[in-house]
């Protein structure tokens, strides 16, 4: 079963990876924050109170047993940069820029946050790396996954083969109509592809994010790959999603650590 409760936090885990990384998103159950950021909201850029998002922090990790000061995490900007987590983030220092955070260190905990935009989660069992990315539309369009893939391949010297990926919670193609700016974009850079991306309904056009992100590994060489197949608009007692709530919503947390 792909979710579990503990400290009456709900989450999904992916049974794709095995028990040598530790791993979870977290579902918005069980923090401390009002509406409309109920309850654990783990964005500090979304108005709630930084007392709140701090709490919520801790009971994250707290609920999978990882020290806070092990985070390392990084200020989402829809882009496909990286970081390289050698040693947890000093505390004193800003988050880098970027949407890819890869390490091979069990001290660190790579962590993330969501609400709509697709988490994707690696772990490579033979070199001992791990990663998180951030795809929304603009990154997956960028390339976010590919560049993932081949940042394991040159900095660790992982084989796309060995590679396990998971394709979080995340907005679904029946929540996300999209624009003809959109369209075009997906059309020009997935080719006779975009057709398994874009669904036409009505005259509007819909995009699957895990299908295009699926493409993206699988054209990389990755051959496990799980999709999570959960849809954050489709369960706001469990999601926070800022297509469905308007954009007055919080942000969930993606949390992986080797070990
Ligand atoms: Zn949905």
């Given at each position: 079963?792909?979710?579990?409760?503990?400290?009456?936090?709900?989450?999904?885990?992916?049974?794709?990876?095995?028990?040598?990384?530790?791993?979870?998103?977290?579902?918005r159950?069980?923090?401390?924050?009002?509406?409309?950021?109920?309850?654990?909201?783990?964005?500090?850029?979304?108005?709630?109170?930084?007392?709140?998002?701090?709490?919520?922090?801790?009971?994250?990790?707290?609920?999978?047993?990882?020290?806070?000061?092990?985070?390392?995490?990084?200020?989402?900007?829809?882009?496909?940069?990286?970081?390289?987590?050698?040693?947890?983030?000093?505390?004193?220092?800003?988050?880098?820029?970027?949407?890819?955070?890869?390490?091979?260190?069990?001290?660190?905990?790579?962590?993330?946050?969501f609400?709509d935009?697709?988490?994707?989660?690696?772990?490579?069992?033979?070199?001992?790396?791990i990663?998180?990315?951030?795809?929304?539309?603009?990154?997956?369009?960028?390339?976010?996954?590919?560049?993932?893939?081949e940042?394991?391949?040159?900095?660790?010297?992982?084989?796309?083969?060995?590679?396990?990926?998971?394709?979080?919670?995340?907005?679904g193609v029946?929540?996300?109509?999209?624009?003809?700016?959109?369209?075009?974009?997906?059309?020009?850079?997935?080719g006779?592809?975009?057709?398994?991306?874009?669904?036409?309904?009505?005259?509007?056009?819909?995009?699957?994010?895990?299908?295009?992100?699926?493409?993206?590994?699988?054209?990389?060489?990755?051959?496990?790959?799980?999709?999570?197949?959960?849809?954050?608009?489709?369960h706001?007692?469990?999601?926070?999603?800022?297509?469905?709530e308007?954009?007055?919503?919080?942000?969930?947390?993606?949390?992986?650590?080797?070990?």
């Open positions: 079963m792909p979710f579990h409760e503990r400290n009456n936090l709900r989450y999904y885990s992916f049974d794709i990876f095995s028990n040598a990384v530790t791993q979870a998103v977290f579902t159950r069980g923090g401390v924050s009002p509406a409309p950021w109920q309850s654990l909201n783990l964005g500090g850029s979304v108005g709630d109170d930084p007392l709140h998002v701090a709490e919520n922090r801790i009971r994250i990790f707290d609920a999978l047993g990882r020290a806070p000061a092990s985070i390392h995490d990084v200020w989402l900007v829809h882009g496909t940069d990286i970081v390289y987590a050698d040693a947890p983030r000093p505390l004193d220092k800003h988050p880098e820029r970027a949407d890819i955070i890869l390490t091979d260190n069990p001290e660190v905990s790579l962590f993330m946050r609400a935009c697709v988490p994707l989660l690696f772990h490579d069992p033979k070199k001992h790396v990663g998180i990315s951030h795809a929304g539309w603009m990154g997956t369009v960028k390339g976010v996954a590919t560049t993932t893939i940042a394991m391949q040159t900095r660790y010297g992982c084989k796309p083969e060995d590679v396990q990926a998971g394709i979080g919670p995340s907005i029946d929540h996300y109509e999209v624009g003809e700016d959109v369209v075009s974009q997906f059309r020009e850079k997935y006779r592809d975009a057709e398994r991306i874009l669904q036409e309904r009505n005259g509007s056009h819909y995009l699957d994010l895990w299908a295009a992100n699926l493409i993206q590994l699988q054209n990389a060489g990755v051959e496990q790959v799980q999709v999570s197949g959960v849809c954050t608009a489709c706001l007692d469990d999601w926070f999603s800022h297509r469905a308007k954009g007055k919503t919080g942000r969930f947390g993606a949390l992986m650590a080797l070990a």
